[in-house]
């Protein structure tokens, strides 16, 4: 394991808290109280529900749009972090901001449901029926349903890359862009027993395998999981739009993150890969200050520029 980027070296000092049963209840229940912060006075911030899918819920979404754009302009849906079993739009609310601003775009934040209540494919049923939302709802919400892109954190870029699978199997809506930020994307990575954690924060190995089992609703490993699911257990990945993935060297889910990358290009999908020296899984939220986090924003930012804005 390399030794922590020299910016995150304070890392060594945050505890790893195992999620299981009983903390997930508690950390879901927490991040459920989140609200959101003031709208800044250059955004619009609406909190709408929308219809779910059929026979489940309507599906909360958090819309950031600069007051100073005009007319027809991209989107980005996106998908906040948590494991799958915890988590808030409320937590990428600052992003989702920065996103929508230094973009001149719509970020549509989705807040889907969550395990062990709702595995798999609940979440990602909630994600498809929001993209279908924004596409019919397109002319009203002044969003160009050519240029809309997907993306999320952890579990919520795991969502992305099986929403991207999902659109193109069913003909679906069709995203311009995946946008990956250290994608959960491998139940089987959960069974692996030669993991260096020395230089690991914030997400083990264990949390690891009880936040699969938790969405998938049986072992990890098992024989037929779907790769809406677990993305990267799908063998064929022709046709899906290209990708940015961003991972660090200290994080669980780099090996899978680089294989996945590797793997959309021999498929033909373009994909640009950025892996960041001694980073671990979240390391971009107790450290936004330093400049390697805004690096990694930075280059997130233009991916997303230049996948929505090719003519610029």
């Given amino acids: 394991m390399p030794p922590l980027h020299p910016e995150l070296s304070r890392a060594r000092f945050l505890p790893t808290p195992p999620v299981r049963r009983g903390t997930a209840g508690l950390l879901r229940w927490l991040t459920s109280k989140m609200r959101p912060g003031p709208a800044p006075e250059d955004m619009r911030v609406e909190h709408r529900t929308v219809p779910g ?29 948590g494991g799958h079993v915890m988590g808030h739009p409320a937590q990428d609310e600052r992003g989702n901001i920065a996103f ?17 209540r709702h595995p798999a494919p609940a979440g990602l049923e909630d994600a498809y029926a929001a993209l279908n939302w924004i596409v019919d709802n397109a002319a009203d919400l002044d969003v160009d349903p050519g240029r809309i892109a997907i993306g999320g954190a952890s579990a919520g870029a795991g969502l992305a890359a099986g ?6 199997d069913r003909g679906g809506p069709a995203p311009a862009f995946q946008l ?5 994307l491998d139940d089987r990575t959960a069974l692996r027993t030669d993991v260096d954690t020395s230089g690991m924060r914030l997400w083990s190995p264990a949390s690891n395998r009880f936040a699969w089992g938790a969405y998938l609703g049986r072992p990890v490993g098992s ?8 993305p990267a257990r ?7 739009p290209p990708a940015w993935i961003g991972v660090g060297t200290n994080d669980l889910f780099h090996d899978e993150d680089v294989a996945y990358a590797r793997r959309l290009e021999e498929a033909g999908v373009p994909c640009a890969l950025t892996i960041v020296p001694g980073a671990f899984h979240g390391f971009e939220v107790q450290f936004a200050g330093t400049e390697v986090v ?4 930075r280059e997130q930012t233009e991916a997303l520029r230049a996948a ?5």
């Fill in 100 to 116: 929508a601003r230094d973009l001149g775009i719509t970020v549509v934040a989705v807040r889907y449901r969550l395990a062990p």
């Fill in 234 to 240: 799908r063998e064929d990945l022709t046709g899906l």
């Fill in 223 to 230: 024989e037929g999981i779907s790769p809406y699911a677990a």
């Fill in 180 to 184: 990956l930020v250290y994608p959960m």
């Fill in 53 to 81: 899918p059929e026979g489940a819920p309507p599906v909360e979404v958090w819309i950031h749009r600069p007051k100073a754009v005009e007319g027809t302009a991209p989107a980005l849906l996106w998908m906040h972090g």
């Fill in 163 to 168: 929403l991207a699978l999902m659109c193109r």
């Fill in 294 to 297: 805004r690096a990694f924003r």
């Fill in 308 to 312: 929505l804005f090719p003519e610029r």
